[in-house]
């Protein structure tokens, strides 16, 4: 068994999920090299073996492409647990969808697709500093500088949800009594049109009750 192409992958995840631990990736054997990823064995589907993959310590090396599903340790460290499930959840659907004939990059990088997933989830920023394959970059430099972009978008996550929260208290608060004066059908649009402006553009474009307020605003005002 070969490991050059996401049907190769696939290939080596079923082997594993129906226990067939003689096959062979080149000439290891594939128990062998499920022995340096813990808990692989028991994986029966993509998604719990990639976590196993992407969990194994930095000291286990399987001398494969599986080595490349690994996550630097202090860097998982970082990340919450649900956080770290829905990227896992995420990248285990995209290696299922991908064509068995695309090649495995070599270039990949599990550190640099947590940082994509992140900044796409949570924040749409751009990243500086970090060039996808740029190989002029040191590894031990471009782990440090995702591990400090994670700490920075996970940080700023807190900070919006903090913002969101006094928002709430203060209409729970002293914006209730403020909220008691609308009394024309242009105040409230002209509120709700500043609540829909002010959301993250993505989640009002995915978000059914976002898209509910959007079809309020837009009715003909009656003059």
Do not use: C
């Amino acid at each position: 068994m070969e490991l050059n192409t996401y049907g190769d992958l696939k290939k080596v995840i079923k082997a594993i999920s129906l226990k067939q631990k003689g096959e062979k990736i080149g000439d290891v054997a594939l128990g062998t090299i499920v022995g340096f990823i813990p808990g692989a064995d028991a994986a029966k589907s993509t998604f719990e073996f990639i976590k196993a993959a992407f969990s194994k310590p930095d000291s286990k090396k399987t001398k494969t492409w599986l080595d490349k599903l690994d996550i630097d340790d202090e860097m998982s460290s970082i990340v919450d647990d649900t956080v770290e499930n829905g990227f896992l959840q995420t990248l285990s659907k995209t290696i299922e969808a991908e064509s068995d004939t695309k090649p495995l990059e070599q270039d990949f990088n599990m550190n640099a697709k947590m940082v994509n997933y992140l900044k796409a989830k949570y924040s749409g920023r751009t990243i500086s500093g970090i060039q996808e394959n740029n190989n002029k970059m040191k590894n031990k430099n471009l782990k440090h500088l995702i591990k400090e972009e994670i700490k920075s978008i996970l940080k700023e996550e807190v900070n919006q949800k903090a913002e969101v929260a006094k928002i709430q208290s203060f209409l729970e608060g002293p914006g209730k009594q403020a909220l008691s004066q609308i009394n024309s059908p242009v105040e409230l649009k002209n509120i709700l049109t500043l609540l829909w402006n002010g959301m993250n553009e993505s989640f009002r474009s995915n978000n059914a009750i976002a898209q509910s307020l959007k079809k309020t605003i837009d009715i003909k005002l009656k003059v």
